[in-house]
């Protein structure tokens, strides 16, 4: 039986999905992916696969990283970052810049000490390489933190997916192997990720994804995939908008 908070959120999702934009793939139409794979076929409009609450679940998935990425919209048209940073509301998008930022900033520092160390004495060179370097590991370290929460943030949010998924997990790798050289994703952690036991998922976002831009990426991969089971799977979206109307009529 479908548990009632995750019949709730879907039905949430699905009258955004009828109203507003989120009914359109945030893809042009021309970039719009549709995968062709037979073994759509087998999961398609089934309660083991696709169904309705399952496509609701495939359009949380996506509001929510999304709202992670870019943050989220306001009524003013504004977005509004999603995490907190030093005291600021940051989206992932804020935070890769964050990280580059402070790579650049320490080889920029480091690079013009070398080249003007013949202006220091040896105790004075050594006393700024050591300021550079704590104030570099500080930023890191506050940056690092940040991340362990953002992980395990996605790993809270992608339970229910997760669950979904069970069961037809080996379906699911041949599609994704589909998206992946539709989109032409020369390396994604996506297939490493998505061919792991049961379990193993969680560890894996944890020690492989040590920056944010490589978490990042894999969200903006994650998204498209699902952008493009959504797309592929018409039985589980008209059953999905079936449910949306009945949900409707019976206010």
């Not at 003007?116 to 004495?121: F, I, M, R």
């Not at 790993?155 to 069970?166: F, G, L």
């Not at 539709?182 to 998505?194: A, P, Y």
Request: proline share 2%; glycine share 6%.
């Amino acid at each position: 039986m479908k548990k009632p908070f995750l019949v709730i959120s879907c039905l949430s999702v699905g009258l955004m999905f009828c109203s507003h934009s989120a009914a359109r793939s945030v893809e042009k139409e021309k970039d719009k992916i549709i995968l062709e794979s037979p073994l759509l076929s087998l999961i398609d409009g089934k309660s083991f696969g696709v169904d309705a609450i399952n496509f609701g679940v495939i359009l949380k998935q996506r509001l929510d990283l999304r709202r992670r990425i870019y943050g989220i919209a306001l009524e003013n048209g504004q977005r509004v970052g999603f995490f907190e940073f030093e005291g600021k509301k940051v989206t992932l998008l804020d935070l890769c810049k964050i990280e580059s930022k402070i790579e650049s900033d320490y080889n920029a520092k480091m690079s013009y000490l070398e080249k003007n160390k013949s202006l220091y004495t040896s105790g004075q060179l050594a006393k700024e390489r050591k300021k550079i370097t704590d104030d570099y590991n500080s930023k890191k370290n506050a940056l690092r933190k940040c991340l362990d929460l953002v992980k395990e943030d996605f790993i809270e949010i992608s339970v229910v997916y997760a669950d979904s998924a069970k069961g037809i997990k080996d379906l699911l790798m041949g599609i994704v192997q589909e998206f992946v050289d539709k989109k032409g994703l020369k390396e994604t952690f996506l297939l490493s990720w998505g061919s792991l036991e049961p379990g193993q998922e969680e560890d894996s976002i944890r020690k492989n994804l040590t920056s944010f831009k490589d978490f990042t990426r894999f969200c903006i991969d994650l998204i498209g995939f699902i952008e493009a089971m959504a797309n592929s799977c018409p039985k589980g979206k008209a059953l999905f908008i079936e449910m949306i109307k009945k949900a409707r009529q019976s206010k």
